[in-house]
């Protein structure tokens, strides 16, 4: 085959595929957790989380992005305390909706050294190149929102008080404003790091969703690393669900030592090192590639 035939046949791949790179880079995904990691623990109602808000806004604005930082206060099992959802958006070429979520909060009372590096660090890293991504790539069909979530982590129980904060005002906010209806997706990411990558869907997620989002793994070949996994959780899709929005929980919960162990969760073992730029690359094309068949379907 000569040069020629070989440029045409790269300039006829799909995107991800064959000759054409990925916009998305991995590389830039964890430069973006550690710097998200480097805050030290981010806990709801802490300084750490305040800080972590405040980064994240001004890393969405610097994308471009219209920003907000909605403060709210809730009552919690330690009294009422204050969150920071950090929103962004993304104006698109109709009034249809795609939301992109990761919650940035850690654990509490794990350690003054916690950094949660997969969760929540990996997922916020690899959300904030998918949007530098999406910027440089826009206008979509769809417009995107932006949530970059506080108050995920309960601190005893989850409960109506307890937990789900951030995404529970967010998926409350879309519903009040009617815009339930114009919700293509909501695709929540929440610890996709890990460098063993094996993402378990809960059940509790929307079917054409998932459909979509191993559909998007096939195309790439890396279908494998998808599966549903062996129940419901409760994670910051379940709000959505509940609002009547179709939604999808992008999670690798199989995070330790040994395949099923999940001993690095919620211990001071979820560092940096745990992490890998390939699984966040695999992650992120597979989530853009879900993303740019969304934009064709009804």
Known sequence: MNVVKILLLCGAVLAFSGCKKSPFDGAKAMAETESLVKIGPREAGGGGARRASVLLEGKLKALGLKTTIDTFSEETPNGKMHFNNVLGRLPGKSNQLIVLVSHFDTKSGISKDFSGANDSGSSSGVLLELVRVLKERAPFETEFLIACLDGEECRTQYGPHDGLHGSRRLAQQIYEAGGAKLVKAVIVLDMVGDKNLNISVPRNSSKELVKELFFAAHELKVRSQFAIGPGSILDDHVPFLIAGMPVVDVIDFDYGSAPGSNNYWHTTNDTLD?????????????????IENLQTTN
């Open 274 to 290: 745990k992490l890998s730029v390939k699984s966040m690359q695999t992650v992120g094309d597979v989530v853009l590639r879900m």
